[in-house]
């Protein structure tokens, strides 16, 4: 437990920077059901009228989406946690 700790030591995050990242998270969580409703209403529509290759496209989209959307909410929580230990 010692060396883990040297090796890598606890940052203590105050509340504000906690909830800071909790918001920033939801912010995102919300964003990326929006999304998701969207886009699946979208690829629903496609394979009614039978364009396969339009929904796949859409599903590529979405997924490409929502790991933009993941990367920029790591990347703020990041800045948060790092602001706060600076």
Do not use: N, T, W
Not at 11 to 16: A, G, L, M, R
Not at 25 to 51: N, Q, T, W
Not at 72 to 83: D, L, N, P
Request: charged share 45%.
């Amino acid at each position: 437990m010692e060396r883990l700790e040297k090796e890598s030591p606890q940052v203590k995050i105050s509340d504000e920077k906690k909830q800071e990242i909790a918001d920033i998270d939801s912010k995102y969580r919300a964003k990326i059901a929006e999304r998701e409703l969207f886009l699946k209403g979208k690829i629903e529509e496609a394979h009614a009228e039978g364009d396969l290759s339009s929904a796949a496209q859409i599903e590529d989209e979405l997924a490409r989406e929502i790991r933009s959307l993941e990367a920029r909410c790591e990347e703020q929580k990041e800045a948060a946690r790092e602001a706060d230990s600076g």
